[in-house]
């Protein structure tokens, strides 16, 4: 069982959530591999249960890097059913993109029929930052991986 976190990241914000995203996924006790967008290949998603995406919003959208990541994917269109999926991202300020950006994450991964869980206790599309995550967002973060982690093992126990 293994999540492959997978984030874009110009000035360290969105990477710090990453981490802390990380860190949920390995308390629910589930390995994870964690690559900037840069070193990251759609290869892996054949080796993983579960698939984690951070940006930094870019005009209320996910960055081009991550569009082209996901675009990428389409070599492996349909063999993903079934994934769990989740989102993150970091913004320049409060209701400037960040919901705009994750929900457009999450309807790429719906197009490769990802499962992706909301949350009912507030941030309930996945994970978001004004600048550097602070120790609330950090937690919000862990939560996000630990819920995706133990999706990811529910469904493929
Ligand atoms: C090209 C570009 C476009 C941006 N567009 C937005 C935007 O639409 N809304 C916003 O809140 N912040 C915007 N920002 C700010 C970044 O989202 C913000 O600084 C973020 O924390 C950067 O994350 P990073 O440190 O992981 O690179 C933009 C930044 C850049 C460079």
């Known amino acids: 069982m293994k999540i492959l976190i997978v984030y874009d ?3 360290g914000n969105t990477e710090k959530m990453a981490y802390a995203v990380m860190e949920g996924v390995k308390i629910a ?4 591999l964690l690559k900037n967008i840069d070193e990251a290949s759609v290869d892996e998603l054949m080796n993983v249960q579960g698939l984690i995406i951070g940006s930094p919003v870019y005009y209320g959208l996910p960055t081009a890097k991550i569009k082209a990541f996901i675009d990428d994917s ?3 269109h ?3 059913d079934g994934m769990v999926g989740g989102a993150f991202a970091s913004a320049g300020g409060i209701h400037t993109g960040a919901e705009t950006t994750i929900t457009a994450i999450n309807e790429m991964l719906f197009i490769h029929g990802m499962i992706i ?3 009912s206790g507030g941030s309930h599309f ?3 930052s004004v600048g550097a995550p602070d120790d609330n967002v950090k937690e919000t973060c862990r939560k996000l991986g630990e819920r995706v982690a ?3 093992k ?4």
């Open 29 to 32: 006790g589930v390995e994870v």
């Open 117 to 119: 869980q909301g949350s």
């Open 78 to 80: 349909g063999k993903l």
């Open 74 to 76: 389409v070599k492996y």
């Open 154 to 157: 529910k469904i493929n126990n």
């Open 9 to 11: 990241s110009r000035s």
């Open 126 to 128: 996945g994970a978001a």
């Open 150 to 152: 133990k999706l990811a």
